[in-house]
């Protein structure tokens, strides 16, 4: 009886070791972010979503297959690097794109399902079967409907340095969350001394690309710059008609012009050097059609003379 009783207890305790383990080995992987949810696709949409797949301990290679678990839309989803592929050793965050490619004839409902990613690790020669595999299931929760959808998310700003004279490049980061083009009819730039007291220029730029419905975009925007040497603050403003949709501010030098090109004819001379110097090719080039050119000249200007001159003895003579 107590052979039994014992014998109980210790497959119990190896149970509760086996599912400890199992779950550790599960939580070793996952995803982020588990759901792809949009509410407001339109007929023809076209809609990408970035999925990072994660890893505790990338130590070896890890086979990953896809299955979309999603009768009414699995034609509409595809996966950019395919329902097969490999996750190198070492990536702890490895992105995969969802597509999501909305058909013109879509009814306006709401859309569910699962997408199912299995990996395991890939084997090598000599070694056993696989055992373990880790998985995780991407949620999917979608509507169809006709209601357009405007707007944006702005994801900040990057100024870089720039050389005197130079356009000030920003690169703005926007997000357009609607489901149709659109773009911001504005972008502001306050450039500010070191200290953030004394505005010194401002500008305005409203030839700006359009971005796509639910596209991340960095649009680059390059500003007159009329700054000596030196450290600023660029203050930019994003404006969809008359409202502020985004703001953001960053520190950026102007630098001494370090092109050779620049060094050379920064000085009115130099033009003045290179003119000679092309009009010089110029006529070493075409010295045999000026000399052709000077020639006919010449004979044209002779027969004028005699011309003239016959006619002036013909009147003599008379």
């Known amino acids: 009886m107590f052979m039994k009783k014992t014998g109980l207890i210790l497959i119990i305790v190896f149970l509760i070791l086996f599912v400890f383990y199992a779950n ?3 939580a070793g992987f ?3 972010p588990s759901t792809i949810w949009n509410d407001h696709l339109l007929p023809g949409s076209h ?9 505790s301990r990338p130590e070896k290679d890890l086979l990953a297959k896809i299955e979309v ?9 595809s996966i950019d690097r395919g329902l097969e592929f490999t996750i190198p050793a ?7 794109k969802a597509i999501i490619d909305v058909p013109q004839n879509a009814e306006f409902k709401n859309y569910d399902g699962k997408i199912w990613v299995k990996t395991a690790p890939a084997l090598k020669e000599g070694e056993g079967m696989v055992t373990v595999a880790l998985g995780a299931i991407i949620s999917l929760n979608l509507r169809v409907s006709a209601e357009e959808v405007q707007g944006f998310v702005f994801r900040g700003i990057d100024i870089k340095d720039t050389e005197k004279g130079r356009p000030i490049k920003i690169s703005v980061a926007i997000q357009n969350v609607g489901n149709i083009e659109n773009k911001p009819t ?9 200290y953030l007291k004394k505005i010194l220029q401002s500008s305005d730029i409203t030839n700006i690309e359009s971005i796509k419905p639910f596209e991340a975009k960095q649009i680059i925007i390059k500003f007159p710059n009329k700054l000596e040497l030196g450290s600023y603050f660029g203050s930019v403003s994003i404006y969809k008609d008359d409202k502020t949709v985004g703001e953001g501010k960053m520190a950026f030098n102007v630098l001494e012009r370090t092109a050779l090109i620049y060094k050379i004819f920064r000085h009115w001379y130099s033009w003045v050097i290179l003119g000679l110097l092309i009009l010089i ?3 070493l080039i075409l010295r045999k059609k000026l000399k052709e050119i000077i020639i006919k000249w010449r004979i044209k200007r002779r027969e004028k003379k005699r011309t003239k001159l016959e006619e002036k003895l013909k ?4």
């Open 281 to 283: 090719v110029v006529v």
């Open 30 to 32: 996952g995803i982020t």
């Open 90 to 96: 070492g990536n702890q965050q490895f992105p995969i």
């Open 24 to 26: 550790i080995s599960f």
């Open 315 to 318: 009147r003599l003579s008379k």
């Open 47 to 55: 809609f990408e979503e970035t999925i990072y797949l994660v890893q």
């Open 69 to 77: 678990d999603a009768p009414e839309i699995k034609d509409w989803i």
């Open 186 to 194: 504005k972008i502001h730039l306050d450039v500010y001394d070191a």
